[in-house]
């Protein structure tokens, strides 16, 4: 597989919220706005590239017994990083995020990424992969936040673009809207999938 190849196939092919669903916890938890499913895709690529590169070297150190818990020490260390980077640098968006940020310890898109090619392949193209899947992540969350913050607000990146006397539609800000965008999305990538198929 060619390397640029290996860096899309996150964005449709191997999508991890429309296709692999994986990460379901902060896709439906956060994704109220935009700028809210941008900042936790992001903060999720930064910790599955950092935690790709660092597992992908040290793989041969690390005994077959302990190699769930050393990948899981890892990755709690580049959440931490990342936790507090956002805590000092950009306020609004951690009190946004609040407990997702260390919740991505334990997202499974994180772990098995680590677990099923980190583990196995080389450090370059375990780069590429975290890369590829993380940014594939975060567009999945900002599509899915961009679109609920349109149909819920009328507003995208807090840029409202209907009257601020007309309402759009709460219940895609709430959560049950999360899962009614999500169908669809996934609908729509599915029935994209197999239009290229034929």
Same mark, same amino acid.
């Given at each position: 597989?060619?390397?640029?190849? /290996?860096?899309?196939?996150?964005?449709?092919? /191997?999508?991890? &919220?429309?296709?692999?669903?994986?990460?379901?916890?902060? *896709?439906?938890?956060?994704?109220?706005?935009? =700028?809210?499913?941008?900042?936790?895709? !992001?903060?999720? *690529?930064? &910790? !599955?590239?950092?935690?790709?590169?660092? =597992?992908?070297?040290?793989?041969n150190?690390?005994?077959?017994?302990?190699? =769930?818990?050393?990948?899981?020490?890892?990755?709690?260390?580049?959440?931490?990083? &990342?936790?507090?980077?956002?805590?000092?640098?950009?306020?609004?968006?951690? /009190?946004?995020?609040?407990?997702?940020?260390?919740l @991505?310890v334990?997202?499974?898109?994180?772990?098995?990424? $680590?677990?099923?090619?980190?583990?196995?392949?080389?450090?370059?193209?375990?780069? =590429?992969?975290?890369?590829?899947?993380?940014?594939?992540?975060?567009?999945? !969350? *900002?599509? !899915?936040?961009?679109?609920? /913050?349109?149909?819920?607000?009328?507003? @995208?990146?807090?840029?409202?673009?209907?009257?601020?006397s007309?309402?759009?539609?709460?219940?895609?800000?709430?959560?049950?809207?999360?899962?009614?965008?999500?169908?669809?999305?996934? $609908?729509?990538?599915? $029935?994209?999938?197999?239009?290229?198929?034929?």
């Amino acid at each position: 597989m060619s390397m640029w190849k /290996e860096f899309t196939k996150g964005f449709i092919k /191997e999508n991890p &919220v429309f296709v692999l669903l994986l990460g379901m916890c902060p *896709t439906l938890g956060v994704t109220g706005s935009a =700028i809210n499913g941008l900042g936790m895709g !992001l903060a999720s *690529t930064a &910790v !599955l590239l950092c935690s790709n590169t660092v =597992i992908a070297v040290i793989k041969n150190l690390i005994p077959d017994k302990v190699r =769930i818990p050393a990948f899981i020490v890892v990755i709690a260390s580049f959440v931490t990083i &990342v936790d507090l980077s956002l805590e000092a640098f950009l306020p609004d968006l951690y /009190e946004q995020l609040g407990l997702f940020i260390p919740l @991505i310890v334990v997202n499974c898109l994180i772990l098995g990424r $680590a677990e099923a090619f980190a583990s196995r392949k080389g450090v370059g193209v375990s780069i =590429i992969d975290g890369a590829g899947m993380g940014l594939g992540f975060t567009f999945a !969350l *900002t599509a !899915l936040g961009g679109l609920r /913050e349109i149909l819920g607000s009328g507003a @995208i990146f807090d840029f409202k673009f209907i009257p601020e006397s007309a309402d759009g539609m709460l219940l895609f800000i709430m959560p049950p809207g999360a899962f009614i965008v999500l169908g669809f999305l996934i $609908a729509f990538v599915n $029935a994209l999938m197999k239009k290229k198929a034929a």
